[in-house]
């Protein structure tokens, strides 16, 4: 089993910054991916990008690309995901998960945190 908890969330205003975290722990691979995904009130979960643990390379939704980005701090097996230039279309709970190497999915799933954005 793995467990997540995402911290971070809260009110910002349009154009200001937030990092989220979400710390990992229990039986954790040596090797795994992370993702962050999103989803707005009634809107669908949206992928916002992910991280791949070993080597660190990530990836971006389109929609989040260059003002996102993920990190990881390995000691306290936590990953982050700043933003920046936040929009009011940000607004959404946000949630990590993981999965684990050659998986077709996500196995677990944090409690989310929100994200609120006011213009």
């Known amino acids: 089993q793995v467990q997540l908890v995402e911290s971070g969330g809260g009110l910002v205003q349009a154009g200001g910054s937030l990092r989220l975290s979400c710390a990992a722990s229990g039986r954790t691979a040596s090797s795994y991916t992370m993702g962050w995904f999103r989803q707005a009130p009634g809107k669908d979960r949206e992928f916002v990008g992910f991280?791949?643990?070993?080597?660190?390379?990530?990836g971006y939704a389109d929609s989040v690309k260059g003002r996102f980005t993920i990190s990881r701090d390995n000691a306290k097996n936590t990953v982050y995901l700043q933003s920046h230039s936040l929009k009011p279309e940000d607004t959404a709970v946000y949630y990590c998960a993981y999965r684990r190497i050659g998986a077709a999915g996500y196995d677990y799933w944090g409690q989310g945190t929100q994200v609120t954005v006011s213009s």
């Open positions: 991280i791949h643990w070993s080597g660190g390379s990530t």
